[in-house]
């Protein structure tokens, strides 16, 4: 790892620390440093948590990555697929939302999750500033909590809340793939 990988990489552990966020360090060869993170931050013992978010910075790149990532549950997959044409209604609406609101994504309609990010790029002299940070990460989950917003439209009347009790809650982390 070069020194600016190590000074970046100490910048946002200590961003994420400072907000009592960080969970755990993504160990993984193709990257300089990755950490996921919980997002937004709730006091403890409160018993709201925020969504697993991660941060990483690939090998050679001059940018950092926040990224967060939907696998859509099993009532909403069956409510997408009640109605001919909804699946794919909801996907394009998605598409539209993220496209206006400049993020990147990744779409696995077949599996019904996405990922959603953004990249901020760094120079030698210009270090992230920690409200530059948190302005990016607050970006994507916004967006992430609207896709939900609008997920629910899309199953609006379709799904009990018995059929949460018996569905497993989805973790991304470092493992989730949109490619397995």
Known sequence: MTANAQYLEDIIRDYLLDEGILRKRIDNENLEF????????????????????????????DLIIISIA?????????????????????????????????????????NYRYEISDQMFITNNEPISKNH???T???????????????????SGKIKQEDFENTEKFQSGPGFSLYT
Do not use: W
Not at 137 to 155: D, G
């Open 34 to 61: 990755g950490y996921q993170f919980e997002f937004p931050p709730f006091t403890e013992g409160a018993n709201k948590r925020g969504q697993n978010m991660v941060v990483y910075q690939p090998k050679k790149k």
């Open 133 to 135: 940070f948190f302005q």
């Open 70 to 110: 939907t696998q859509i549950s099993p009532p909403h997959v069956e409510a997408l697929e009640g109605v001919e044409g909804r699946k794919i209604r909801f996907f394009v609406e998605l598409k539209k939302l993220l496209l206006l609101r400049n993020l990147f994504f990744r779409l696995d309609i077949n």
């Open 137 to 155: 990460v607050r970006k994507v989950f916004n967006v992430q909590a609207y896709s939900n917003l609008l997920l629910m439209e899309f199953c």
